[in-house]
């Protein structure tokens, strides 16, 4: 099983819909990180988030770290918004040669205008 | 399936020195991403290739790091001098590159790289 894994793997939906994609991690954490990718193009980050929820535009991420969950939302979507959606986790605060960058495999977000 | 491949690890070097990382991606992989990732920030883009031509560099400090992949295949980042602030996990990244969907980015272990 892997460490973070993220659900959907596919998702396609009419434009204005309200998108949600889920996060699940099995490791002690420092942060969570969402990264978008469009076709052909490098990962921008998103968010970056330890606690609470935070809001761009758009876009706004949660994290229970009790449930170990987190969760992206884009409201009114838009084809723009189609792209892959990575979560990946930090394992530690301090920088010590036991912390790993663990990614999730992505969910494929589809706009349909 | 082999992964994305990075070497070294670990690098500790003081400022003002040079260093070097490698990485070798999956094996038909078009496209090759370096990221840098400083602790507490989401990794950014320095630089990424299509084959063995630079696509985005923007945000690449040209004035002390250069990348290469002359081949179109390995890639080395070199950052020269080292800064105090250079320190980061410095991550490498492929993908098919084709013009149609990225189903996904494949990415190496990271080179973490402390200057002193």
């Known amino acids: 099983k892997n460490e973070v894994e993220q659900s959907p793997q596919n998702l396609t939906a009419q434009e204005g819909e309200f998108i949600t994609i889920n996060c699940s991690y099995s490791?002690?954490?420092?942060?969570l990180h969402w990264l978008q990718q469009h076709p052909g193009g490098g990962i921008v980050s998103l968010f970056m988030l330890s606690s609470g929820k935070k809001k761009h535009g758009r876009l706004i991420a949660t994290i229970n770290i009790q449930e170990k969950h987190s969760s992206l939302h884009i409201t009114a979507s838009h084809p723009r918004d189609s792209a892959v959606y990575i979560c990946?986790?930090?394992?530690?605060?301090?920088?010590?040669?036991?912390?790993?960058?663990?990614f999730g495999k992505g969910t494929r977000l589809h706009i349909l205008p | 399936e082999a992964g994305v491949a990075q070497s070294p690890r670990y690098k500790i070097i003081e400022k003002r020195q040079s260093v070097a990382f490698w990485c070798n991606p999956i094996?038909?992989?078009?496209?090759l991403y370096w990221y840098q990732q400083i602790l507490g920030q989401g990794p950014k883009l320095l630089i990424q290739f299509q084959n063995n031509g630079v696509v985005d560099d923007s945000q690449l400090p040209k004035d002390r790091f250069s990348a290469e992949r002359l081949k179109g295949v390995d890639s080395t980042l070199k950052i020269q001098p080292a800064k105090l602030e250079d320190s980061a996990v410095y991550l490498c990244?492929?993908?098919?590159?084709?013009?149609?969907?990225?189903?996904?980015?494949?990415f190496g272990q990271g080179t973490r790289l402390t200057v002193v």
């Open positions: 094996s038909g992989h078009a496209t």
């Open positions: 490791v002690g954490i420092s942060a």
């Open positions: 990946a986790v930090t394992t530690s605060v301090l920088w010590t040669p036991d912390d790993k960058i663990i």
């Open positions: 990244a492929s993908s098919l590159g084709k013009e149609e969907w990225n189903t996904e980015a494949f």
